[in-house]
């Protein structure tokens, strides 16, 4: 039940969730950059991430975006459910009424601002893990939970039978080197920072969650498939063409960026819930360039002839 390595090996996108100008969620768009990214390449993807915006979204609102999303689909890619938060019953009962039955996983974020112990945050994800019908996924991301997840951690929790693997974005290499070393087979490992993908799929993981492969879908999916294939330098020449692109994406906020590059690209409105606000226009006047180099010939459509 838990090896998903096969399945999830690869390209995996965080997908954004687009709004209207009223706030409203846009499923729409949402089809859009579903069909940009599946056509772009990527492997799977994961609905209802940080980059999803899902701390300003309702529980209704979640579960109709896991709804919809599983929908446009339709069994092309295997699909990922995120739900995660400080709260371990919550999080259960969020669980609970998501439609896992057509999800390979669910992506849990360790708690934030409460700051748990190891053994806090081991029992949080044992109890998840206990309670969810399919498998949990870690995820390590100490820039926005303030708290890491140890190396001993996660390798205490990859005993668990329902704990299937974990997205790591603590941006330790040493720490990423341990658990890759003293994993055990089936244990899925993956990036979740796309400006360290390259070096870590190098180094062992099986592939990463971007936030890129929003916008730039086949050139990213390219690159993760040539590192895992063996081909580093032809890797390594996609990446170095990235560079600039992911600096321009994470510039000021997740998803100020990728929203913005995805409404120069005509799939979405470039519309973000406070406490967020749109990309500034120096770093959006960059963006707009770079995506112009990167794909010269493209044609750009508004949101409302796509």
Not at 76 to 97: F, L, N, Q
Not at 219 to 241: C, E, H, P, Q, T
Not at 277 to 294: A, E, M, T
Request: with cysteine; hydrophobic share 40%.
């Amino acid at each position: 039940m838990r090896n998903l390595i096969t399945t999830l090996s690869g390209t995996g996108v965080a997908l954004v969730t687009p709004f209207k100008a009223d706030l409203s969620v846009d499923e729409p768009a949402l089809a859009r950059v579903i069909e940009h990214v599946i056509s772009g390449g990527v492997e799977y993807i994961v609905t209802l991430g940080t980059t999803g915006e899902t701390p300003t979204i309702s529980r209704e609102e979640k579960i109709r975006i896991a709804r919809y999303t599983i929908e446009v689909v339709n069994h092309r890619v295997p699909v990922v459910i995120g739900a995660g938060g400080s709260d371990t019953r919550e999080v259960i009962r969020e669980i609970e009424k998501l439609p896992t039955d057509q999800a390979v996983a669910i992506l849990s974020a360790s708690p934030y601002y409460s700051k748990p112990s190891q053994e806090g945050i081991y029992q949080h994800y044992k109890a998840i893990a206990s309670a969810s019908p399919i498998p949990v996924l870690l995820y390590n991301v100490p820039g926005r939970t303030a708290r890491n997840v140890d190396a001993g951690t996660v390798l205490r929790l990859s005993e668990l039978s329902n704990i299937a693997g974990i997205k790591e974005a603590g941006g330790d290499m040493a720490q990423c080197a341990l658990i890759l070393r003293d994993r055990p087979s089936d244990f899925l490992i993956v990036s979740g920072d796309d400006a360290l993908a390259f070096p870590q799929i190098a180094m062992g993981m099986d592939g990463v969650i971007s936030v890129a492969a929003n916008s730039y879908p086949q050139a990213f999916s390219n690159m993760v498939r040539a590192a895992l294939n063996g081909d580093l330098k032809k890797a390594k020449k996609i990446n170095d063409g990235l560079i600039e692109g992911y600096e321009l994406l994470f510039a000021e906020n997740n998803p100020a960026g990728v929203k913005a590059a995805l409404a120069e690209l005509g799939l979405i409105e470039n519309v973000v819930r406070l406490p967020l606000v749109p990309l500034s226009k120096v770093y959006h006047d960059k963006l707009q360039k770079y995506l112009l180099s990167l794909t010269p010939n493209a044609k750009r459509l508004t949101p409302s002839n796509a």
